[in-house]
């Protein structure tokens, strides 16, 4: 079935064991034994992010790897910095949120349209704000954005504020349920309510201000906090290369 390598680890001699994320199965681990090999016809199976047909037989638990084929090999986001530190955060985010057992389909569609857009050198931290808006709906904890989260009303016209920790927008006669409320501005809270209801394989090219963009990366990265608490090294990681200016 086509899957897309979200983990890849070494095992025993010369083996490796691989997570997929696969269209039709959920989240599996799979064995290829001799992927660490010179000449294993495996060895390009199990890089990170690629993209493929596997072949494998599992009954419970761990599988094993009979055939495979690549269908894209994805290089570009391993041969660049930036753009495999956020794919390796999409990757581990999914991981760490996926279950086993769960269908895959939807999950799976929305990494390939996020990894595919990092290749298309699309701005990545959009990418990857809209992708974890996906994620979060996905999850069941989508914040609610077109309406004040606790009296229902709509306020077009007015100052509103970014709830975390109740899951979505606050009016100002609100505000007291949460007062650490971020105040959001209205370019910041349209884009938010557009990646709500955007698909990833539907993203075109969104120019953002640079301040617009930092703005939804803090909120997102709020909602996340709350919603998920996660803690991911690839995550640290993108916060190391930010500080660093890479």
């Known amino acids: ?24 199965g959920g989240k599996a681990g799979v064995l290829v034994r001799g992927a660490k090999k010179p000449k294993s016809r495996h060895a390009a199976l199990v890089q990170p992010f690629t993209y493929g047909q596997y072949v494998y037989f599992r009954n419970t638990g761990l599988g094993t790897l009979n055939a495979g084929e690549i269908i894209e090999s994805n290089h570009e986001l391993r041969e660049d910095l930036v753009k495999a530190a956020y794919a390796s955060y999409a990757c581990e985010l999914l991981d760490r949120v996926l279950q086993d057992e769960e269908t895959g389909a939807f999950w799976f569609k929305q990494l390939k349209a996020c990894l595919q ?3 298309e050198d699309k701005d990545p931290a959009i990418i990857i704000s809209l ?6 709906q996905a999850a069941g904890y989508g914040p ?11 306020r077009p016209d007015e100052q509103l504020f970014i709830s975390p920790r109740l899951g979505g927008v606050l009016c100002r006669a609100c505000k007291h349920f949460d007062p650490p409320a971020m105040p959001v ?6 884009l938010l309510r557009l990646f709500g209801q955007l698909d990833l394989q539907r993203l075109g090219n969104i120019s953002v ?19 998920l608490g996660l803690h991911l090294k690839s995550r640290s990681f993108l916060d190391q290369m930010e500080k660093y200016g890479i």
Request: charged share 30%; with cysteine.
């Open 1 to 24: 079935m086509e899957g897309i390598v979200i983990r890849s680890m070494d095992y025993g001699e010369g083996n490796k064991i691989v997570t997929l994320c696969t269209e039709s």
């Open 117 to 119: 857009a990092l290749k």
């Open 131 to 136: 992708y974890e808006m996906k994620i979060l």
């Open 144 to 154: 609610q954005l077109l309406e004040c989260i606790s009296c229902n009303h709509e």
């Open 185 to 190: 501005s209205s370019k910041t809270l349209k």
């Open 209 to 227: 201000s640079e301040s617009t963009r930092n703005e939804i990366k803090k909120v997102m990265r709020a909602f996340m906090d709350y919603q």
